[in-house]
């Protein structure tokens, strides 16, 4: 078996000129990033709620129902054809004790940061969205089949882990254009270019840093920070699982059919060897269910 040899870690990045770059783009960028909204004080109770193991489901249900519209969103996901219900559920209450406290968690606070960085028509890098909850959906799986940890912290740190790389689409947009252009031009992937244009900038950084700002789980923050360089030692569970999801779904041409040698980290071929084995046979129905989950979220169709 090859060495594994991440293709993203050996490249250096190169010089890029952006003819329309701001004066002093991290400050900038760092500035609009504090300004974005910080996440509802319903979400942030609920994160503080589920810490609690003497929390109630009627407790949890009460404080999710005081906004009205994220209730309507959970109950329209709950009874899609993704969660595959057997009834149909009409409340907050039916709905924690059918899922349980971790699904409704997820539901919300992606929801959330949905409605605060979400796609729009001023913003490029339309393939974000869709590429982090197709991530979410691989590392949600890898979890379930690993154990390493549940599997709704896994969906929540895949489908967060480029929310840097998202702060950056939407609060400089000309400099992530540029840095795209570029990316599709060498065939090199996007964060290895970045530090070029924006002097010490890191989206894997950016991102934990917006994790600190909504006062997301330390794991889900070290996740976010990780993804794309793990450490040499004591790789974090977490770290691991994303790590590799966003590796699967960043490469899910050449996957489809056979792992390439050496492109997994050697940790994860120990942890999840046997898992991976045959990808003609569970990455297909995994990909259409991201495909589904992209719909569920986002609407329309995302390849």
């Given at each position: 078996?090859?060495p ?29 990033a ?6 509802p004080?319903?979400?942030l109770?609920?994160?503080a ?29 709950v ?12 409340n ?16 919300t ?20 969205w869709?590429h ?21 912290d896994a969906?929540?740190a ?16 000309e400099?992530?254009i540029?840095?795209?252009?570029k ?7 996007f964060?290895?270019m ?6 010490d ?15 997301l789980p330390p ?20 770290s ?8 699967l ?16 980290h ?9 898992i ?11 990909h ?16």
């Amino acid at each position: 078996m090859k060495p594994y040899r991440n293709p993203y870690r050996f490249c250096q990045p190169e010089v890029i000129m952006c003819n329309k770059a701001p004066e002093s783009p991290l400050k900038e960028i760092l500035s609009a990033a504090e300004k974005l909204p910080s996440l509802p004080r319903v979400i942030l109770t609920v994160n503080a709620m589920l810490q609690n193991p003497d929390t109630r489901t009627q407790d949890l249900s009460r404080i999710i129902e005081k906004d009205i519209s994220l209730v309507t969103r959970i109950l329209k996901l709950v009874n899609s054809a993704f969660f595959g219900l057997r009834s149909t559920v009409g409340n907050i209450p039916d709905a924690v004790s059918l899922l349980g406290f971790d699904t409704l968690h997820r539901l919300t606070l992606s929801l959330s940061i949905l409605d605060i960085l979400g796609p729009s028509k001023k913003m490029p890098g339309d393939w974000l969205w869709p590429h982090s909850i197709r991530t979410a959906v691989f590392c949600e799986y890898l979890a379930m089949k690993t154990k390493l940890c549940r599997p709704d912290d896994a969906f929540v740190a895949g489908l967060l882990h480029d929310i840097g790389l998202i702060v950056l689409a939407r609060c400089m947009p000309e400099v992530f254009i540029s840095l795209e252009e570029k990316s599709k031009e060498t065939g090199k992937p996007f964060f290895l270019m970045e530090a070029s244009v924006i002097s010490d900038f890191s989206h894997a950084d950016m991102g934990a840093a917006m994790a600190l700002k909504w006062q997301l789980p330390p794991a889900l923050k070290q996740a976010i920070a990780q993804h794309h360089r793990l450490p040499e030692n004591n790789i974090p569970p977490l770290s691991l699982l994303v790590h590799t999801a966003n590796m699967l779904e960043n490469q899910r041409d050449l996957v489809r059919n056979e792992i390439p040698a050496g492109m997994l980290h050697p940790l994860a071929i120990k942890k999840m060897k046997s898992i991976l084995k045959n990808p003609h046979i569970w990455f297909p129905p995994l990909h259409e269910k991201g495909m589904e989950a992209c719909h569920l979220f986002l609407g329309g169709s995302h390849g």
